[in-house]
């Protein structure tokens, strides 16, 4: 298990951006792919974006969000811009140990952080 611990959630206008931020505590950290999910109420735990052996992101934050990651401080980045209402959510930070496969599901990722909460207001 990688001990995931985000951080940068907040609450912003409509069309601001955000960055957060996922501190792993795993020392071969550049072999693991790494993702950002989102929660919102009443839903199941949704994709965001992944970095594996290339990245990823879901048709909904395309061109408006970016992961990144630096594997000299075993960080990865989620940088949002021109932010909706609709991004409101928990987001998580997760990993696995395979970066090739199956990217964007949630099932597939064995350690998770606690989440932090995005709010977006109009």
């Known amino acids: 298990q990688v001990q995931l611990v985000e951080s940068g959630g907040g609450l912003v206008q409509a069309g601001g951006s955000l960055r957060l931020s996922c501190a792993a505590s795993e020392r071969t950290f550049s072999g693991y792919a790494m993702a950002w999910f989102r929660r919102t109420p009443g839903k199941e735990r949704e994709f965001v974006a992944a970095f594996g052996w290339s990245t990823f992101y879901a048709d909904s934050v395309k061109g408006r969000f970016t992961i990144s990651r630096d594997n000299t401080k075993n960080m990865v980045y989620l940088q949002m811009r021109s932010l909706r209402p609709e991004d409101t959510a928990v987001y998580y930070c997760?990993?696995?140990?395979?970066?090739?496969?199956?990217?964007?599901?949630?099932?597939?990722?064995?350690?998770w952080g606690q989440g932090t909460q995005v709010t977006v207001s109009s």
């Open positions: 997760a990993a696995k140990r395979e970066i090739y496969t199956n990217l964007s599901s949630a099932t597939e990722y064995h350690s």
